[in-house]
């Protein structure tokens, strides 16, 4: 596996769906060396039996009950859709195209 | 009687309460102040004047046909844009967000509403408070009122410049890796981050979740505690918010004595590296903690070096699922692309964030993705925990951490905008107590002496929970100095 720098960030940028133009994805490339160059100061400590710490609290152990309520109602939801037909968000076709 | 930019919120409060001013009249005074400063200091996004003059002609004419008065009657404050007001524009310092208006209020915003005060407009930040200067907002710089060229902070550089330029006397940010306390530092003010859990998250747009916590603002400590006692506790809308006492300010009988505190300075947080000017007004912030009783030691957080990846590597893989869901179809903006879903979703977000939101997208995308997680991600996680565990063993000998809250005074603008790692090694000592989920303040203890003359943050890092004891050692600190009571040179026909 020998990706170029710059084809690891058009590979990422497509999994992030983000588009980047050439020259961005040259910039990044160079960014990304030197970020992730920095960042290596994590590969050299010894972590063995080191537990992940993902949240610094465990959440709440009650939750609220389970009931149905009132919720947006359809208006304001679909006040800020950037296009809508009638009561829903329009987007280009999914079906059938590409992918 | 002292003037609207004098007061603190309390003091404003209690005017206002005693009738020796209005609501009204309290507006009145802010937009006069905003109107004189903010083409020059660059804080405001949006401002709701009408909202804000009607909200006070309300509360007047309630408080005339004898309505209580909340603890916060008639003070003007100010959120970072990344909070939801239903009706006010939470652009998040973003175009892919320009002219979105939530839908939906904040918890933390319904809850000061409730107790009187009036919310005057949304605060310049960096984009989705990805930044340590204002300079990654896409609307425009924010400027720090001690020196017009330097930054003032940041991701919540608009409400920390609200506050020290004495346009509102509290003002809301979020805190991710210290995007209030930093700015605090930098202008000269109170910024307070609660542990993590404290407050409500519900209404606040999403960065990086597992460190993100609502942060206020002020020119006085014992407003930090009121507004920290009025935006506490338990939300059913967020549940990783604890189910916590309502946090009481300690009032001891002696309340300057700080007698049986024991505070560690962390031999980490003082390197030769840290210039002279930082470490010569941080050491004498000690000797006045040691003057009022305070016991200071030196401790060790020997994993501090690891914090600033650790912090990247988590928050960025945070921000990278967080802002999945802007794609151009429920709202902000959207470029059609192509004409297909995916090229629609990809042109918009291309073309909607700025260059260091895509950094951390790309960057937070790469250490989740297949092959690379458990090099990166799994083993940021590992070292989060090594620092939490720093923390743990220090309070085994002390209760309170403290240290510098910036490396620096603020830097110029401009100076470090190319320079992504350079930017970033600006939250060394910041970032730290996110990882680690801990309440920590950061409050004036001094100024450079060189020109310009500029603020110096001394940061207090309490163990988890123990919210209350950082402020009210801050408290008895600013009781004893008067760092606080300084004000930036502004050029004011409103300051009256």
């Avoid at chain 2, 905008?417 to 001094?446: E, H, K």
Wanted: with cysteine; proline share 6%; aromatic share 6%.
């Amino acid at each position: 596996m020998s990706e170029s720098p710059s084809q690891v960030v058009r590979r990422i940028a497509s999994l992030a769906r983000l588009e980047v133009r050439e020259d961005e994805a040259q910039a990044l490339a160079t960014q990304f060396e030197r970020i992730l160059g920095q960042f290596q100061v994590l590969a050299a400590l010894d972590v063995s039996g080191v537990e992940e710490g993902a949240s610094p609290i465990r959440p709440a152990e009650q939750r609220r009950a389970d009931l149905p309520r009132p919720s947006l109602p359809v208006e304001q939801a679909l006040a800020n859709a950037p296009a809508r037909v009638e009561d829903f968000y329009r987007v280009p076709k999914t079906v059938g195209g590409e992918e | 009687m002292r003037s609207y930019a004098e007061l603190d919120a309390l003091a404003l409060r209690e005017e206002t309460v005693s009738g020796r001013r209005s609501a009204a009249q309290n507006v009145a005074e802010c937009f006069a102040r905003i109107e004189a400063l903010d083409r020059e200091l660059g804080v405001f996004l949006s401002t709701e004047r009408a909202r804000a003059e009607q909200r006070a002609t309300e509360l007047d004419a309630g408080r005339a046909h004898g309505e209580s008065a909340g603890a916060l009657f008639g003070v003007p404050i100010a959120f970072k844009s990344n909070f939801c007001l239903e009706g006010f524009e939470s652009n998040c310092g973003s175009k892919i967000l320009a002219g979105w208006r939530a839908p939906y209020t904040a918890t933390v915003a319904q809850r000061l509403v409730d107790a009187g005060a009036i919310p005057v407009g949304m605060t310049n930040m960096d984009e989705f408070a990805m930044g340590s200067s204002s300079e990654n907002s896409a609307f425009q710089l924010t400027r720090n009122p001690w020196a017009r060229e330097r930054t003032p902070g940041g991701s919540s550089s608009g409400s920390a410049v609200a506050v020290a330029a004495g346009m509102v006397p509290l003002a809301f940010g979020s805190d991710t890796g210290g995007s209030v306390r930093q700015p605090a530092a930098l202008c000269g003010i109170h910024g307070f981050k609660p542990s993590w859990g404290r407050v409500s998250r519900y209404g606040l747009v999403a960065f990086g979740s597992s460190l993100d916590q609502i942060s206020p603002f002020a020119r006085s400590v014992r407003d930090l505690e009121l507004a920290m006692q009025l935006i506490s506790g338990r939300d059913e809308c967020d549940a990783t918010c604890m189910d916590l006492d309502a946090l009481q300010p300690i009032v001891p009988d002696d309340e300057q004595s700080l007698a049986g505190v024991r505070i560690g300075v962390p031999r980490e947080y003082l390197p030769a590296s840290l210039p002279a000017e930082v470490a010569r007004e941080v050491r004498a912030a000690l000797a006045v903690l040691q003057r009022l009783g305070a016991e200071i030691r030196e401790v060790s957080l020997p994993h501090t070096e690891y914090a600033i990846p650790c912090y990247y590597v988590v928050a960025m893989a945070e921000a990278s699922s967080n802002l999945a869901r802007y794609e151009g179809v429920r709202y902000g903006a959207r470029v059609e692309g192509s004409g297909s879903l995916q090229s629609m979703f990809a042109a918009t977000r291309g073309a909607g964030f700025g260059a260091e939101v895509k950094r951390r997208i790309l960057l937070g995308t790469y250490v989740l993705s297949e092959g690379y997680h458990d090099e990166w991600y799994g083993r940021a996680l590992k070292v989060r925990s090594l620092i939490a565990r720093d923390f743990e063993q220090a309070f085994e000998e002390v209760d309170l951490v403290a240290g510098p809250t910036s490396p620096t005074p603020a830097f110029a603008l401009g100076e470090r905008s190319s320079d992504p790692v350079a930017m970033y090694l600006a939250d060394a000592l910041t970032v730290p107590a996110n990882l680690a989920g801990l309440p920590a303040i950061s409050t004036p203890c001094g100024f450079t002496s060189s020109a310009p003359r500029l603020p110096i943050g001394l940061q207090l890092i309490g163990p988890m929970r123990a919210d209350a004891r950082v402020l009210r050692v801050a408290r008895a600190f600013e009781a004893a100095t008067e760092h606080a009571q300084q004000r930036p040179p502004l050029a004011t026909g409103a300051a009256r």
